[in-house]
């Protein structure tokens, strides 16, 4: 073999070397960058919330009676001391036959019982009569000494005993007026064209009002056609809808960080824009709620003060469904990066990185990902506050996948 044939096998050879040394040379990950900036950051909690009056008067029947028709509609104002309803007495109720045939009865018996009790009147008026003629011929025979003083005595008790008894007999018979004016009363019926009876005497006329409590708008009519209402019964609510909060059910881990004074976003609320609020309150007491996933979470009312201007959310309702963004932490400048960017810091990595570090992110260096620990100062859904480990302008990596590595080779994704 000549030496310009070996030449060109031996070219052919470092050609086939170089073309597989290529083919199977690793090649940089391919990586979207994003740039660490200075602004402001805010950490929230977003939750959905509904409005409600902070003063709410439900109006009550004072007694039972007959309502009259309402003319008072939901969104109607009054001002208080307006007659809101009126209450009138009741009627008698209908009889049927076996009723009316009952009290008949029992009027012929108070009938007979007020005969007995002026018999006993009669009766007992003899005995006193009786009794005082005894004792005045008893008191004669004393005089001349034909009877004894205790004979004298014993007449004069059996005059004040028939006197008992006539007061007893008359007393009988007032009873019996009163108990035959009742049945009478009871029975004072007219026949309707049902059958049925019913009370003869006139509805009354007079009636009683209901008077407004408060000034406010109403804003649940409870029964507006006329009807019978116990004592008691809820007619209407009032409530003055300019005096309006927000309730939302917090997290009790969450609301731990919903601070008394905390500024609110309103958002989602039906309206253009979005309004303010601060926390008012956070109650004490939590409660217990089950999920639309059926878990048991412990939760907690927290109370919000709308402070944005009342004519902006004039239209805004009792029970109205809210979103409030809750701020819990503010800064005005920091060093931000996608929360995206962020990750667990590994546990090699970790040993040699101080003990504040429990994150980090891939730097983009010259081609090259570098670790970088960083000390973060919150995050929340699309921003994290660098704190310390990361200099502003600094090229970060972006959902860094699973093949990037500490010192791999990387290059930027071209959209």
Do not use: C
Not at 67 to 93: F, I, N
Not at 244 to 267: H, K, Q, Y
Not at 276 to 285: C, I, N, Q, T, Y
Not at 365 to 394: C, I, K, Q, T
């Amino acid at each position: 073999m000549n030496t310009k044939t070996k030449f060109g096998a031996v070219a052919a050879g470092l050609a086939v070397i170089a073309l597989l040394a290529w083919a199977f040379a690793p090649r940089p990950v391919e990586v979207e960058l994003a740039e660490a900036t200075l602004g402001p950051f805010e950490t929230t909690i977003d939750e959905d919330a509904r409005t409600r009056l902070r003063d709410r008067y439900v109006v009550h029947a004072p007694l039972a009676g007959r309502l009259q028709r309402m003319t008072l509609r939901e969104g109607d104002v009054v001002q208080a001391g307006d007659r809101l309803a009126t209450l009138v007495p009741v009627l008698s109720p209908l009889l049927d036959e076996r009723t009316v045939r009952e009290q008949q009865a029992r009027l012929g018996a108070a009938q007979a019982a007020l005969q007995q009790a002026a018999t006993r009147i009669g009766a007992a008026r003899v005995s006193v009569q009786q009794a005082r003629n005894e004792l005045r011929r008893t008191e004669q025979l004393a005089q001349q000494g034909f009877v004894a003083p205790t004979k004298v005595d014993n007449d004069r008790l059996a005059v004040q005993a028939a006197q008992k008894e006539l007061d007893a007999a008359i007393d009988g018979e007032h009873i019996a007026q009163h108990d035959l004016q009742q049945a009478r009363a009871a029975l004072e019926v007219t026949q309707t064209p049902t059958g049925a009876r019913s009370s003869s005497a006139k509805p009354p006329t007079a009636g009683f009002d209901v008077l407004a409590p408060v000034a406010g708008r109403v804003l649940k009519v409870h029964q507006t056609s006329e009807g019978t209402v116990a004592l008691g019964a809820p007619l209407l609510e009032l409530g003055d809808t300019a005096r309006m909060e927000i309730v939302a059910e917090l997290l009790t881990t969450d609301a731990l960080a919903a601070r008394p004074g905390s500024d609110v976003r309103i958002e989602r609320w039906g309206g253009p824009g979005t309004l303010r609020g601060k926390v008012r309150l956070v109650e004490p007491a939590a409660f217990t709620k089950v999920s639309a996933l059926g878990v048991e979470e412990q939760r907690v009312n927290v109370l919000i003060d709308i402070t944005s201007p009342p004519a902006d959310w004039a239209a805004l309702g009792d029970g109205f469904r809210v979103a409030v963004r809750i701020v819990t932490l503010d800064e005005a400048k920091v060093l931000r990066v996608p929360v995206s960017a962020v990750f667990p810091l590994p546990a090699a990595a970790g040993a040699a990185s101080t003990t504040a570090a429990r994150s980090a992110v891939f730097v983009h260096d010259n081609g090259r990902a570098r670790l970088r620990p960083v000390v973060l100062g919150g995050r929340n859904g699309s921003m994290a506050w660098v704190r310390d480990g990361l200099e502003a302008g600094a090229k970060v990596i972006v959902y860094p996948p699973s093949t990037v590595s500490d010192g791999a080779r990387v290059k930027e994704r071209r959209v």
